[in-house]
Every structure is written in structure tokens, then in C-alpha cells.
């Protein structure tokens, strides 16, 4: 693993069959994220996420691997004005976001199931980050929960 990267594993008690309908039915990512994804899943394919109200396609936003119940992976996070109103997200944390690299997320399924040796079924084993990297505005909010503008405006500081 690089500098670049940050790895978060989670074992999932489920069949390949619901995790793929976890991760791609507008239902079930609208229930459970708040997002919905509009496209057809193919390879190259845009990513059109829906949140809020408001709809972010950007050209850089993709679909990089899909292999269903297999492996699903993309690029992501358009941060536009309209996202960040929508959202409750302050402008100055919303530029900070704009500006760092895009992310990819994968969800990839082992080929035998798996889990930390010693834990319980169904566990989970915390994300881990590279300590060489200072964790950037995604990583650190990722981790404590995007920033909301409070009753009166006010930001919290990630």
C-alpha cells in the first residue's frame, strides 16, 4: 500500500447477491447513505450521484470496475456549491474538499470469506490509515462525520 492510500475493511454477514443490491439499488444506497446513483453500472460509465436534492455528473466521476457480487470500483467526490448547500456543508470546508485529489472507492469480495482471526462472526476490524500520511479533509472527515452547519451557521472544524 502507497502514501496515497487509506484502507477500511469491514466483513459483512450477507450473500454476494444483497451486497451488490446493497451497493447499486437506488433504494436500498438511498435508505441506507442518503445517495442515490443514476447510471448503468458499466465500465467508463458516468457516476451521477443524487443527494439532497441536488444531482453532481462530472466527467472525471466513473465507473472503473464492475464484476457483479464480485468487485465494484469508481471515482467520486464532485464537491459542487450546490452539493454543500444542500448538505449543510460550510464553503470553506467544501473548497478544502474540492481541492484535494479525487478518491476511488472499491468494494471487493474475497474469493473465501474471511475475518480478523479471533473476532466474532459478523465483526468488523477498523479502517486503518497509513500513518506516513497526514490524513487529508476527506479522511478526517470519513472518519468523524461530514462537518454540518449548525442552527445559527456555524461549522465545526474537522
Known sequence: MDSTTFLSTTYIRTTPERLWQALTDPAFTDRYWGVTFENDWAKGSPLVWKQGGVTIAHPEQVVLVCDPYRRLSYTWHTFTEEWAGAVG??????????????????????????????????????????????????????????????????????
Not at 101 to 129: H, K, L, N, Q
Not at 140 to 152: D, E, I, L, N, Y
Open 89 to 158: 456543508v460550510d464553503e470553506d470546508v467544501r473548497a478544502r474538499l474540492a481541492a484535494e485529489r479525487r478518491s476511488t472507492v472499491t468494494f471487493d469480495r474475497p474469493a473465501s470469506p474471511c475475518r480478523t482471526p479471533g473476532s466474532p462472526p459478523g465483526s468488523a476490524e477498523p479502517g486503518r490509515a497509513d500513518p506516513t500520511r497526514p490524513a487529508d479533509t476527506v479522511t478526517r472527515a470519513r472518519r468523524g462525520g461530514w462537518t454540518r452547519r449548525g442552527p445559527s451557521g456555524e461549522a465545526a472544524a474537522l
